[in-house]
């Protein structure tokens, strides 16, 4: 299993909304898949998958906050 | 190491063609391409980013369609926004891998390069903390929304310069109780677009480089 976690977007920048997912549970991925974007202070960045497998859980939801190195869901 | 960028103009485009494009530049800046720095204009569009609330559009989608004024989604941050003929868009296609992987300081950069932009045509402007883009006084002039993949931007900056600023009474820009404003409001006669366009090349290869 692999979490899916929120990158260092910069310094002072502690949280992010999730703004969509691209994919839903059960889904399969492939390494760097484009999955989510979080957007914070007008910039949106989009979350590629860290590893192979299907969505087993996607713990933030569209329009709501995520910190910074917190997980948003597994891969598994 | 200096990161050097190219400027290309491309013109008074379609909004859907220059993000087309825009996506081919990412792709190639991902793959060890220069950066770029792309100036345009865009025939009336409104664009919806990933945070725009339903409020935000102040007249049926037909109704403001039938004035001219094509609206489409779009995957960067922020609110609606207003693109029209007299708006220089500048869409830095940067390497943030290269030049420091921090989206705070890559936007604070853009704000300070909008800020002298509008201090060199007699305009003092400000950022205000918590609201991006930029000011003079209580009206906005400037706009700023940015995309990210792989830590290399598009999107960018709206920099009001000739623009009818009619059209934006049919939002909320960036979704709040603003008014816009122009340089050539401000200044009283309308702005050559060339001039601008060479302002912003060169403040950005002051900030950038």
Known sequence: MTNIILPELGEGIAKATIACW?????DSVVLGQEICEAVTDKASFVIEAPAVGRIKSISINEGEDALVGGGLGIIE | MKQR???EDWGLIDYADAYNRQKTCVQSVMTGEE???ILCEHPAVLTLGRMTKPDSLLYQREDIQARGVMITSV???GDVTLHAPGQ????PIFNLNKRGKDLKVYMEKLE???VDLLRNFGILAISITGKRGVFVGPDKIISIGVGVRKWVTYHGLGINVNTDLSLFNLIKPCGLNVRMTSIQKLNGHVMP???????VA???HKKFL
């Open chain 2, 75 to 77: 995957d960067r941050g």
């Open chain 2, 35 to 37: 950066d770029r720095l």
């Open chain 2, 193 to 199: 677009m060339k001039d601008v366009k060479i302002k």
């Open chain 2, 5 to 7: 960028f190219v400027v």
């Open chain 2, 202 to 204: 060169e403040l950005f």
């Open chain 2, 88 to 91: 220089l868009i500048v869409y």
């Open chain 1, 22 to 26: 691209h994919v839903k549970l059960g």
């Open chain 2, 112 to 114: 300070e390069v909008a």
